[in-house]
């Protein structure tokens, strides 16, 4: 089948644009540590729309599952071939077909990293705010297929608001554009929005197009230390209730902040068991009045504060914040790490009801996140080579699905569902509304072939 099936896409797109099926990079994504891999029965890296197009065409025509990719960096499993199928490649496509600064918009391809993103803006006096972990490895395509978020979403919004036009290749093969240069359209249904957060089982993003902002003058971030989660979870309400607004609010809790503590470039508080990060940003002035407000607010029943007070020491800060997720990673080698949302009243209950959950599988856990969205990353530690943890943690996941949606939230507030929480909608929607969802995708994917098994 694949010796045939390679022929055929080699015939599509070129000999040098059809890779080794067994080449393991196109097996996994950041789920690795959880043991998750598929073999793919061919992988094919199109150089251009047209070319995504001619694939998906004769993979339907043939009734192949297709399996999109953009950088790999996916905690949900959501690019991992588990059932074989094409995986189709982006990473050739990273064009920029347009950038109008002056006009605060730029048009990519899919392929384009996010950090090149940032780059580009930031040369240009602009910034693109979406800020998801992993950025020098993520794609847009992929951002926008996750409808990925980070630390700056608290005061910028995920990446579909930036999100003004795309170009995407959806079934029987067909490229479509909806959208563009503009930045309102109600005209039709809200086509866009379907696809944005769509984790490519609906189509194939090829091309956005963006809208950029005028970058903020400055940014300075305070962070803070408690004793316990209750007193750090209600500085961050106290933050709220005062109408102040920082760019992000973010959180640690005791077993995070251990992961990390002493590769801290700052003093942790051997007490401290909880840490809040915020920033203030803006105009200069906006920035350092934000910030005041933030020491105030932060400084209630803290034990201390931290703020940077150079842009090589804000650049410390959140570098060490970004290697959060491999800190914890390397305490017992793997982990599995969840992001569901709760509304904000209910973060210290969450915090809580992951280590309890937890404990009754006999299993450490930890959370950190972007608590200003209520978007936890409720961790259980693992060691990958052994079965029986991962079984218990897994379990441990579930428990926590159910957990978040009895405290009106959501089982994945940035990752996406992806192959790893498939089956669980049910957590928190009804048969009804899980209904529409499955209408919606038969409507668009009739054979479903578009990333078979996730998001659902
Ligand atoms: C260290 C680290 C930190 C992270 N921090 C964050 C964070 O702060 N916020 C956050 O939201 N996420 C975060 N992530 C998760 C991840 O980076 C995001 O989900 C990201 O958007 C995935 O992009 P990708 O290009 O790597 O996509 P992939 O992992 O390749 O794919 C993700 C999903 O999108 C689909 N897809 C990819 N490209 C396309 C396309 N062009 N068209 C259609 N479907 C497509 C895939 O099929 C898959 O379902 C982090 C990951 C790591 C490893």
């Known amino acids: ?69 953009g950088g790999g960096s996916g905690f949900s499993g959501g690019a991992v071939p588990v059932d074989g199928g094409v995986v189709v490649d982006l990473q050739r496509m990273s064009r920029v077909r347009a950038f109008d600064p002056l006009l605060w918009r730029i048009n990519v391809e899919a392929g384009l990293r996010t950090g090149e993103i940032h780059r580009l803006a930031r040369e240009n006096g602009l910034s693109f705010p979406p800020d998801p972990g ?16 980070g630390p700056h979403a608290f005061k910028y919004g995920v990446t579909g608001r930036w999100v003004t036009g795309l170009e995407a290749v959806v079934a029987p093969g067909e490229l479509i554009h909806v959208g563009g240069p503009i930045r309102k359209d109600v005209a039709g249904y809200d086509l866009k929005g379907l696809l944005i957060g769509s984790e490519g089982t609906l189509g194939i993003v090829t091309a956005a197009w963006l809208r950029l902002m005028p970058a903020p003058e400055a940014a300075a971030p305070v962070a803070a230390f408690y004793r316990d989660a209750r007193t750090g979870c209600a500085a961050i309400e106290t933050i709220l209730g005062s109408g102040i607004q920082p760019a992000a609010i973010e959180l640690l809790d005791a077993g995070a902040l251990d992961a990390a503590r002493d590769a801290a470039p700052f003093t942790v508080p051997p007490e401290a068991t909880f840490m809040v990060i915020t920033e203030a940003d803006g105009s200069v002035a906006e920035t350092a009045a934000v910030a005041a407000e ?10 201390a504060l ?47 009801a992951t280590l309890a959950i937890g404990a009754r599988h006999g299993l450490d ?92």
């Open 1 to 69: 089948m694949s010796a045939a099936l390679e022929r055929e896409l080699r015939a599509l797109v070129g000999d040098g644009e059809v890779a080794d099926a067994g080449d393991v990079r196109f097996h996994r994504d950041a789920t690795e540590s959880q043991g998750l891999e598929g073999v793919p029965d061919a992988v094919v890296l199109p150089a251009d729309a047209e070319q995504v197009a001619a694939v998906v065409a004769w993979c339907y025509a043939h009734d192949v599952a297709i399996v999109p990719r």
């Open 134 to 149: 992993a950025s020098e490895q993520s794609q847009i395509g992929g951002n926008i297929a996750t409808n990925a978020g």
């Open 365 to 456: 856990a930890c959370t950190w996140g972007h608590a200003g969205d209520g978007n936890l990353h409720s961790t259980f530690l693992v060691n990958p080579r052994d079965d029986d943890e991962l079984a218990r943690a897994h379990a441990a996941a579930v428990e926590l699905y159910e957990a978040a949606a009895a405290m009106d939230g959501t089982i994945s507030g940035e990752h996406g569902l992806g192959w790893v929480k498939r089956g669980h909608l049910d957590a928190q929607w009804s048969p009804a509304t899980i209904g529409v969802h499955e209408a919606i995708k038969r409507a668009l994917d009739p054979k479903n072939l578009f990333n078979p098994g996730k998001k659902r």
């Open 294 to 303: 933030l020491r105030e607010a932060l400084a209630d029943g803290a034990l």
């Open 306 to 352: 931290h703020a940077p007070a150079t842009a090589s020491e804000t650049a410390a800060l959140w570098r060490w914040r970004d290697g959060m997720a491999f800190a914890v990673s390397a305490i017992r080698g793997g982990k599995v790490s969840e992001d569901i949302a709760v509304p904000l009243d209910r973060l210290a209950d969450a915090i809580e």
